[in-house]
């Protein structure tokens, strides 16, 4: 009989979070387009030069190490940064369930996230920055589960600068690409 921890079970467990991560991806986007009848994004998509696509995703990838060591470092010291059993799991998954999450992550959070909660929270304020910090803590607090408090601060941080993009230049794809990268990075290597 295999422990409860066993690689098997872990496997077991984290197809089952993906497929409910889906799942609540199509009943958002079914939501937007059967309830609320507009688009799953709300804001129109700007197209910009492969070089622009580049040198965006550089410098969020290079902001998000920054981030982390600003992080991370006082934490450390801290001790208050030492309880990753949940993320140590994931490192023991096959490569390909590794991709399935990642693809699963970068996708389904940037769009729930950055594409569905921003717009939607700015409809009730008058300042955009509400959407973005809100829609930030959400997804840190999405991120719970993960159990360090600097993982959470990060999300918060991650949150906050990706959503600063997205309002910014109204570019989900970019987001996606650099959160699948950071997200590869980190759980592949």
């Known amino acids: 009989m295999l422990p409860f921890h ?11 979070s993906r497929g409910l991560i889906w799942t609540f991806f199509t009943a958002i986007y079914l ?6 009848r507009v ?13 622009f696509y580049i040198i965006w995703i550089v410098v969020l990838l290079a902001s998000n190490y920054v981030i982390a060591g600003i992080i991370s470092t006082p934490l450390n010291n801290l001790h208050w ?7 140590l799991k994931l490192y023991h998954l096959p490569p390909t369930l590794k991709l399935f999450g990642v693809i699963t992550a970068s ?12 717009p939607r929270i700015q409809l009730f304020f008058e300042d955009a920055r509400y959407g973005i910090v809100l829609s930030a803590l959400a ?3 999405g ?14 941080a991650f949150g906050i600068l990706f959503g600063w993009h ?3 230049y109204r570019n989900i794809k970019i987001l996606i690409a650099c959160h699948f990268l950071l997200d590869y990075y980190l759980l592949l290597f």
């Open 166 to 168: 997205y309002q910014k």
């Open 39 to 51: 688009s799953f994004l709300l804001l129109d998509e700007r197209r910009y030069t492969f070089d």
């Open 31 to 36: 939501w937007a387009l059967k309830i609320e």
């Open 107 to 118: 996708i389904t959070e940037e769009l729930i996230f950055r594409g569905y909660l921003i």
């Open 139 to 141: 997804f840190s607090l």
């Open 81 to 87: 940064n030492n309880s990753q059993q949940q993320v």
């Open 6 to 16: 066993s690689a098997t079970s872990n496997a077991g467990r984290f197809l089952i």
């Open 143 to 156: 991120h719970l589960g993960y159990g360090t408090m600097g993982y959470i601060l990060y999300t918060l």
